[in-house]
């Protein structure tokens, strides 16, 4: 006894030791409302990384306050005047000192050169019109250029493209015209420039996403240096935006928008969920142990084991640098659902046995062995369950499966190693006693009830699954992250106004790639510009701009009354793209050149093979965005031709997709949870209907979860697709705990009626109990600021009741029905040992047992004939129990041969394994050697059977052969050359005397 306290001291130490060193990684945990982790795959990380459409954006949209409260009366109401360009110029600058921006882009950021400032308004006119002379020269150069030199552009994968060299005429001579007619560098200085700038800025490019169409808006466009960190520099960012709005609030409505204030504002949701789940977890766990058990003992060992499991997986998260962000918020929710499932099992079994007279070393020590089976069981099938989540490939999933997983592992070692130390070292309880908070009796009558009314039982269920069946038919998959904030929010509030007022914030990307070259082709812009059309017909896309709206606005540069139509000829677009990569490498316009340069490969790649049109909307659904991306694939399809391949590519979208996987491998999870429970019950009872029984009691929690998706019109997203997982995850310990129990005690007692009672009265009090709290521990949910998981939280509340109900009610109630115990374990109740029977020689135990277990065991009682001489055996029985006598008759009843037959030995037909083709058939009338001549007619063909005593044979007929051939034809195929070896043994008449020996 002294070596056990030492080594349970040791465990003790073990653990605690391993808490302090994890308790201050725990505390680097925080939250995050990022999803990010969402967004990159495995397979997608390197692409990502590489796909400029794919940073972090926002937007500033600053609006004119509304007229009766401008207290500066100077200014218009818009924005055709001087002082408020300027005013909004002053904003960009401001952003831009705070360094955390790659970019700040608005219309008052138009750069381009510009001479020194003119008097009149005809020179004025020609200074705003000194690019339109550039571009005209240089379409000139292309157009009356010899017909010997090429005009065409050298495309090449990968690489920019080769422009043609004129000898005579140079981009240079077009460009002289921007030195002597100026464009708009600076912001214009009187109204009548204001007006002249906004005609220049009303264009498909600017429009809507920059200012909005009665020019009272303006957008600011910010694009973040750091998309890792971006939720890191959003203080930083809205303090910026406060101070400013603060120095503007008499001129304008100052707002920040964009996916990030989303994710934000989900952050400061889950902190405060977190915080509120565990501090009304433990209180009601307190509450919950204390009412059940009564004793310091039942209520501090299980706090202390959950307290050391959160930290151990909080630890585990600080020591990989994971926050708690909108996936993994539920890992300690889960660790402490399993972790008061386990524990409870534990405390439980710790009783019984103590109060049963065991020391408190024993009672310790057989808790944990004899719950080791059900609960690491429990976690294998539930772990198996999380692991079909990890097909979706989605990294930030994994994660969740992973830590999930260990929290599992955790779980398991504490209460199974860590709960019977403390039981050890702890002094013993003062009193022994019941600690069942359900009385026998009651259980008794319980279990009876069942057993009546097993029938009923099963009915009633089958009614109420179907019910919940048609249910999972209206289920709305969906995942709209915009749920998962109130109505009410400001963060949706704020996007709503800047789409009605400009364009929505959510950006997606159409790829369209071919050959080097294509989109630049005249016939491929008409189309692109059809595509368009065709693509702002939807009411869920504002805007979409592409490579065609920038030839647009070079065109409209040119040709000053042609503000709607691109260039007609390819020389003009050629020669446009031309003069912007000549500005490139000129030291005086290099700086205009690279901005172009950059504004374009946001619509195109370097080798114009890849042609991009980026969207604004507002969609954030999963259901409207899939139904929009089959939309623009078929029009792309149509419009561009089948030949492009196309790509959409977004933040959302990116999420949306990782929610598709996540609902994908969670169907399979439950698939998996499912039969890693008929695998374990398989081999428990090596009976196909018992496994089938147990995966049942699992199906109507199921069809009650998805169903209630369905009828209360809540559908299945992200948050509901995991905590699912979670909820099934969990529903399978008790079914695994009542069977396990079974199993035991069916070992001692044989019979069903007092299993079930005995498994009631065991292990139903823990389950009950296992479920109440998780009842009321998801029940918490419900306080969630999340619309969603409000709603999900008296939806997991009534999973856990009827996951109790039905491994109560139902389970005993369709166990009642079949037969539990198979031949291998009347085999120990009778003491028979098939290895001592010739029959099974050279077959292994499992080979044995598996063969067995297809068959099925008779009883007969004292003076019963099982074959009457008249019949032809249509079965051989082996005798396991009892013994019985064989007689040889004549026609006249006069006994001839006789012989005893005793455990282990067989008699029958042995025809019957192959009516049909039998080498084996017996003829005794044609046996000289049983009779002679005259006593040849008097015999009969075949012998009696009389059980001599109440007797117990393992069946084995043609049914028998055709199920062995069919799943074991090896072991069967044994079986029969061991008949065949020692038929003289086994056949019918062996050992009747002597007169009958040489007979087979």
Same mark, same amino acid.
């Given at each position: 006894?002294?070596?056990?306290?030492?080594?349970?001291?040791?465990?003790?130490?073990?653990?605690?030791?391993?808490?302090?060193?994890?308790?201050?990684?725990?505390?680097?945990?925080?939250?995050?409302?990022?999803?990010?982790?969402?967004?990159?795959?495995?397979?997608?990380?390197?692409?990502?990384?590489?796909?400029?459409?794919?940073?972090?954006?926002?937007?500033?949209?600053?609006?004119? /306050?509304?007229?009766?409260?401008?207290?500066?009366?100077?200014?218009?109401?818009?924005?055709?005047?001087?002082?408020?360009?300027?005013?909004?110029?002053?904003?960009?600058?401001?952003?831009?000192?705070?360094?955390?921006?790659?970019? $700040? &882009?608005?219309?008052?950021?138009? !750069?381009?050169?510009?001479?020194?400032?003119?008097?009149?308004?005809?020179?004025?006119?020609?200074?705003? %019109?000194?690019?339109?002379?550039?571009?005209?020269?240089?379409?000139? *150069?292309?157009?009356?250029?010899?017909?010997?030199?090429?005009?065409?552009?050298?495309?090449?994968?990968?690489?920019?493209?080769?422009?043609?060299?004129?000898?005579?005429?140079?981009?240079?001579? +077009?460009?002289?015209?921007?030195?002597?007619?100026?464009?708009?560098?600076?912001?214009?200085?009187?109204?009548?420039?204001?007006?002249?700038?906004?005609?220049? *800025?009303?264009?498909? /490019?600017?429009?809507?996403?920059?200012?909005?169409?009665?020019?009272?808006?303006?957008?600011?466009?910010?694009?973040?240096?750091?998309?890792?960190?971006?939720?890191?520099?959003?203080?930083?960012?809205?303090?910026?935006?406060?101070?400013?709005?603060?120095?503007?609030?008499?001129?304008?409505? *100052?707002?920040?928008?964009?996916?990030?204030?989303?994710?934000?504002?989900?952050?400061?949701?889950?902190?405060?969920?977190?915080?509120?789940?565990?501090?009304?977890?433990?209180?009601?766990?307190?509450?919950?142990?204390?009412?059940?058990?009564?004793?310091?003992?039942?209520?501090?060992?299980?706090?202390?084991?959950?307290?050391?499991?959160?930290?151990?997986?909080?630890?585990?998260?600080?020591?990989?640098?994971?926050?708690?962000?909108?996936?993994?918020?539920?890992?300690?929710?889960? #660790?402490?659902?399993?972790?008061?499932?386990?524990?409870?099992?534990?405390?439980?079994?710790?009783?019984?046995?103590?109060?049963?007279?065991?020391?408190?070393?024993?009672?310790?020590?057989?808790?944990?062995?004899?719950?080791?089976?059900?609960?690491?069981?429990?976690?294998?099938?539930?772990?198996?369950?999380?692991?079909?989540?990890?097909?979706?490939?989605?990294?930030?999933?994994?994660?969740?499966?992973?830590?999930?997983?260990?929290?599992?592992?955790?779980?398991?070692?504490?209460?199974?190693?860590?709960?019977?130390?403390?039981?050890?070292?702890?002094?013993?309880?003062?009193?022994?006693?019941?600690?069942?908070?359900?009385?026998?009796?009651?259980?008794?009558?319980?279990?009876?009830?069942?057993?009546?009314?097993?029938?009923?039982?099963?009915?009633?269920?089958?009614?109420?699954?179907?019910?919940?069946?048609?249910?999972?038919?209206?289920?709305?998959?969906?995942?709209?992250?915009?749920?998962?904030?109130?109505?009410?929010?400001?963060?949706?509030?704020?996007?709503?106004?800047?789409?009605?007022?400009?364009?929505?914030?959510?950006?997606?990307?159409?790829?369209?790639?071919?050959?080097?070259?294509?989109?630049?082709?005249?016939?491929?812009?008409?189309?692109?510009?059809?595509?368009?059309?065709?693509?702002?017909?939807?009411?869920?896309?504002?805007?979409?701009?592409?490579?065609?709206?920038?030839?647009?606005?070079? %065109?409209?540069?040119?040709?000053?009354?042609?503000?709607?139509?691109?260039?007609?000829?390819?020389?003009?677009?050629?020669? %446009?793209?031309?003069?912007?990569?000549?500005?490139?490498?000129?030291?005086?316009?290099?700086?205009?050149?690279?901005?172009?340069?950059?504004?374009?490969?946001?619509? $195109?790649?370097?080798?114009?093979?890849? =042609?991009?049109?980026?969207?604004?909307?507002?969609?954030?659904?999963?259901?409207?965005?899939?139904?929009?991306?089959?939309?623009?694939?078929?029009?792309? !399809?149509? *419009?561009?031709?089948?030949?492009?391949? #196309?790509?959409?590519?977004?933040?959302?979208?990116?999420?949306?997709?990782?929610?598709?996987?996540?609902?994908?491998?969670?169907?399979?999870?439950?698939?998996?949870?499912?039969?890693?429970?008929?695998?374990?019950?398989?081999?428990?009872?090596?009976?196909?209907?018992?496994?089938?029984?147990?995966?049942?009691?699992?199906?109507?929690?199921?069809?009650?979860?998805?169903?209630?998706?369905?009828?209360?019109?809540?559908?299945?997203?992200?948050?509901?697709?995991? #905590?699912?997982?979670?909820?099934?995850?969990?529903?399978?310990?008790?079914?695994?705990?009542?069977?396990?129990?079974?199993?035991?005690?069916?070992?001692?007692?044989?019979?069903?009626?007092?299993?079930?009672?005995?498994?009631?009265?065991?292990?139903?009090?823990?389950?009950?109990?296992?479920?109440?709290?998780? =009842?009321?521990?998801?029940?918490?949910?419900?306080?969630?600021?999340?619309? #969603?998981?409000?709603?999900?939280?008296?939806?997991?509340?009534?999973?856990?009741?009827?996951?109790?109900?039905?491994?109560?009610?139902?389970?005993? +109630?369709?166990?009642?029905?079949?037969?539990?115990?198979?031949?291998?374990?009347?085999?120990?109740?009778?003491?028979?040992?098939?290895?001592?029977?010739?029959?099974?020689?050279?077959?292994?135990?499992?080979?044995?047992?598996?063969?067995?277990?297809?068959?099925?065991? +008779?009883?007969?009682?004292?003076?019963? &004939?099982?074959?009457?001489?008249?019949?032809?055996?249509?079965?051989?029985?082996?005798?396991?129990?009892?013994?019985?006598?064989?007689?040889?008759? !004549?026609?006249?009843?006069?006994?001839?041969?006789?012989?005893?037959?005793? =455990?282990?030995? +067989?008699?029958?037909?042995?025809?019957?394994?192959?009516?049909?083709?039998?080498?084996?058939?017996?003829?005794?009338?044609?046996?000289?050697?049983?009779?002679?001549?005259?006593?040849?007619?008097?015999?009969?063909?075949?012998?009696?059977?009389?059980?001599?005593?109440?007797?117990?044979?393992?069946?084995?007929?043609?049914?028998?052969?055709?199920?062995?051939? &069919?799943?074991?034809?090896?072991?069967?195929?044994?079986?029969?050359?061991?008949?065949?070896?020692?038929?003289?043994?086994?056949?019918?008449?062996?050992?009747?005397?002597?007169?009958?020996?040489?007979?087979?």
């Amino acid at each position: 006894m002294k070596n056990i306290r030492i080594r349970a001291w040791f465990i003790i130490f073990f653990v605690l030791s391993i808490t302090v060193l994890l308790l201050s990684e725990a505390g680097k945990v925080g939250f995050s409302g990022s999803v990010a982790d969402l967004i990159i795959t495995e397979t997608d990380a390197e692409t990502s990384s590489s796909d400029k459409t794919n940073s972090e954006h926002l937007v500033v949209m600053v609006q004119i /306050v509304s007229p009766e409260k401008n207290t500066s009366p100077d200014k218009k109401a818009d924005f055709i005047n001087p002082s408020r360009l300027l005013d909004l110029k002053e904003i960009c600058l401001s952003l831009e000192k705070t360094e955390l921006f790659s970019s $700040v &882009t608005s219309i008052a950021g138009i !750069s381009l050169p510009r001479s020194s400032p003119a008097e009149t308004i005809a020179m004025e006119y020609k200074q705003r %019109h000194g690019l339109t002379h550039a571009l005209l020269k240089a379409e000139k *150069i292309y157009r009356f250029a010899p017909r010997e030199l090429p005009k065409e552009l050298i495309f090449q994968k990968g690489k920019r493209p080769v422009f043609p060299v004129f000898k005579n005429q140079s981009m240079k001579s +077009a460009m002289e015209f921007i030195d002597h007619f100026s464009v708009w560098e600076n912001l214009p200085g009187t109204t009548h420039e204001a007006r002249l700038f906004m005609n220049d *800025i009303s264009n498909p /490019v600017y429009l809507k996403n920059f200012i909005s169409g009665d020019m009272r808006a303006c957008a600011i466009l910010l694009s973040l240096k750091s998309t890792s960190h971006a939720l890191e520099n959003l203080p930083a960012i809205r303090k910026t935006i406060d101070k400013i709005s603060e120095n503007y609030k008499d001129l304008y409505t *100052i707002v920040l928008a964009g996916n990030l204030l989303l994710q934000d504002e989900m952050k400061e949701t889950i902190s405060t969920d977190t915080i509120i789940f565990l501090k009304l977890g433990f209180i009601l766990i307190l509450i919950c142990y204390g009412w059940a058990y009564r004793t310091p003992r039942g209520v501090i060992l299980p706090l202390i084991t959950l307290i050391i499991s959160e930290i151990w997986v909080l630890g585990i998260m600080g020591l990989t640098g994971h926050d708690l962000n909108i996936v993994l918020y539920i890992v300690p929710v889960f #660790v402490l659902a399993v972790g008061s499932s386990a524990t409870i099992h534990m405390i439980s079994k710790f009783y019984a046995f103590h109060d049963a007279g065991m020391s408190l070393e024993s009672a310790s020590i057989n808790s944990a062995r004899e719950l080791l089976l059900p609960i690491g069981s429990a976690s294998l099938t539930t772990a198996f369950g999380f692991g079909a989540l990890t097909i979706s490939n989605v990294q930030g999933l994994n994660t969740f499966v992973i830590l999930c997983i260990a929290g599992l592992a955790i779980i398991t070692f504490l209460s199974i190693i860590f709960i019977p130390a403390l039981n050890i070292v702890l002094p013993p309880p003062r009193r022994k006693g019941n600690h069942d908070f359900i009385s026998t009796r009651h259980w008794s009558a319980f279990s009876d009830w069942v057993f009546s009314r097993s029938a009923l039982i099963s009915l009633l269920f089958m009614i109420t699954g179907s019910i919940a069946a048609l249910g999972i038919y209206l289920i709305d998959t969906d995942n709209d992250l915009t749920k998962l904030l109130k109505k009410d929010s400001k963060v949706l509030k704020t996007a709503d106004m800047v789409s009605r007022k400009l364009a929505g914030t959510t950006i997606l990307t159409i790829n369209m790639e071919s050959n080097p070259g294509w989109c630049i082709k005249r016939e491929s812009l008409d189309n692109l510009s059809k595509l368009q059309k065709e693509l702002e017909k939807s009411p869920n896309i504002d805007k979409s701009t592409s490579l065609g709206d920038l030839l647009r606005l070079t %065109h409209s540069l040119a040709t000053p009354d042609n503000q709607e139509n691109r260039p007609a000829n390819q020389y003009e677009i050629n020669s %446009h793209l031309h003069l912007f990569r000549a500005m490139e490498t000129s030291k005086t316009y290099s700086e205009f050149g690279l901005a172009i340069k950059d504004l374009m490969q946001e619509f $195109v790649s370097s080798d114009f093979s890849t =042609a991009r049109i980026q969207i604004r909307s507002n969609l954030t659904s999963l259901k409207l965005m899939n139904s929009e991306l089959a939309r623009i694939n078929n029009l792309v !399809s149509k *419009i561009m031709g089948s030949h492009i391949k #196309v790509t959409i590519s977004g933040g959302i979208i990116d999420v949306n997709r990782a929610v598709e996987r996540i609902l994908l491998g969670q169907t399979k999870g439950v698939i998996l949870s499912l039969f890693t429970i008929f695998i374990l019950m398989l081999i428990y009872f090596f009976s196909l209907k018992i496994s089938i029984l147990s995966i049942i009691p699992n199906v109507f929690p199921i069809l009650f979860f998805y169903g209630s998706l369905g009828l209360f019109n809540i559908g299945l997203d992200l948050s509901s697709g995991l #905590v699912a997982c979670v909820a099934i995850g969990i529903s399978v310990d008790d079914t695994i705990h009542f069977m396990t129990e079974m199993r035991r005690q069916l070992k001692g007692t044989y019979n069903s009626r007092e299993a079930i009672f005995q498994s009631h009265q065991k292990v139903g009090g823990p389950m009950i109990l296992t479920s109440l709290i998780l =009842a009321i521990f998801f029940g918490i949910l419900i306080l969630s600021k999340f619309p #969603v998981m409000s709603n999900l939280g008296w939806l997991m509340a009534g999973t856990m009741l009827l996951a109790m109900i039905s491994n109560i009610l139902l389970l005993p +109630a369709l166990l009642a029905r079949v037969r539990l115990f198979g031949v291998w374990d009347m085999l120990k109740k009778y003491n028979f040992n098939p290895a001592d029977s010739p029959l099974f020689a050279g077959m292994s135990k499992l080979g044995t047992r598996t063969f067995l277990s297809m068959g099925r065991v +008779a009883s007969f009682a004292n003076g019963e &004939t099982i074959f009457t001489g008249n019949e032809k055996p249509n079965a051989i029985h082996i005798i396991i129990e009892g013994h019985a006598r064989i007689i040889l008759c !004549s026609k006249h009843n006069n006994e001839n041969f006789t012989d005893k037959l005793t =455990a282990g030995q +067989a008699f029958g037909e042995i025809t019957a394994m192959n009516p049909q083709n039998s080498i084996f058939q017996k003829d005794y009338s044609n046996k000289s050697s049983l009779t002679t001549p005259e006593t040849h007619q008097q015999i009969a063909r075949y012998p009696a059977i009389i059980a001599e005593s109440e007797m117990k044979t393992i069946v084995i007929d043609g049914d028998f052969f055709e199920i062995a051939g &069919t799943f074991s034809p090896k072991i069967c195929n044994r079986f029969l050359m061991n008949l065949l070896g020692s038929r003289d043994k086994f056949l019918l008449l062996s050992r009747c005397g002597s007169e009958t020996e040489g007979l087979t």
